[in-house]
């Protein structure tokens, strides 16, 4: 590796930017009376013969996940009945599963989605890509409300359940993510140590030092492990991402990458996968839509374009439809 020094500034615009577009929970924005009125509208939506739905993806489908649940919390209060239940009453398909969705807590959206990577399939088998989609993208805090959500829900702990499904390289990186504060942000100095040890663990080694990659990267905040990917682009002529590719393999590497980029090139790259070929993810497609609103869907949308060179909204319009695509699309347009 190259002994120079590399300049690693980032303007605090720049930083700024990239913080807020990280921030899944975006701040409320409805009063208790503005609540009472959507839940309100919600029930009148699906009351009587027939629904109109337009109504309905309009009070649910922009919504951030607080103002959402301030949204549930004036229905269980004011309407009384089971919100849930009603819209599974009165809609269908994936229009009624998104819809489902997107009036749960996104700590339960994900807890959810990891107990189907873990049991969904028969009990056989364990989708350790479902895993890393949200294990490797989610923040300390988020992570603590999900191993929340999980307990409440399956009466178990989520630590339990991942360490009895995967277990080498994968488990220690899950279990790093998992348990690590990541609240303590590192300097310019260690910014260039940690860039010159993953050199020195990968290529510059015969073999790989696996638990050097993990511990820079699973046990460090996200804006550390962009700096020191900066530094080992500019050292090295390659990228971090592509370092991690030639010295390791499998669902290790998978989520040594995902934690090695911007999370919102993540989850634009799931959205691609999703939609990609002959049929559609239907279930990778609502996930990261519902669980990406709020101020991260503006990046996520911007880095889809720049990947794949059309607007997200265009490959949504021609792969869903009807109401399930109009509900995807006020998603999306609420937040770009």
Known sequence: MADAQVENKESAEDFMER????????PPTLSSLEA????FAIRAAMKGPGTNDDELIEQIADKSDVDMQLIVAAWNAKVKRDLIKDLKHELSGHYEDVMVMLVKPIAQVD???LHFAM?????????????????????PFELRNIADAYDKLYGVSLVAEIRGEVSGNLENVYM????????????????????TQLFDAG???????????IRILAENPREHVMAVARLYEQANGKTLVEAIQSETSGHFQRALVALAKEEYVHHAEQLHSAMKGLGTNDRKLMHTMVTCRGPLMKRVATAFRT????????WIEGDTS????????AILQQWT
Not at 129 to 138: A, E, H, P, Y
Not at 307 to 314: A, D, R, S, T, V
Not at 322 to 329: I, Q, S, W
């Open 119 to 139: 049991k969904g399939h028969g009990g056989i088998g364990t989708n350790e890509s479902m895993l890393t989609d949200v294990l490797c993208t989610r923040s």
């Open 111 to 113: 807890a959810e989605w």
């Open 36 to 39: 009472n009125d959507a839940a």
């Open 19 to 26: 913080f807020m577009a990280s921030l899944r929970l975006a």
């Open 322 to 329: 009807f109401k399930y695509e109009t509900a995807l699309l």
């Open 176 to 195: 790093a993510v998992l348990s690590s504060p990541r609240d303590t942000m590192p300097d310019a100095a260690q910014d260039q140590k940690d860039c």
């Open 203 to 213: 290529v510059d080694k015969i073999g790989t030092d696996e638990a050097a990659f």
């Open 307 to 314: 990947l794949y060179g059309k607007p997200l909204e265009n």
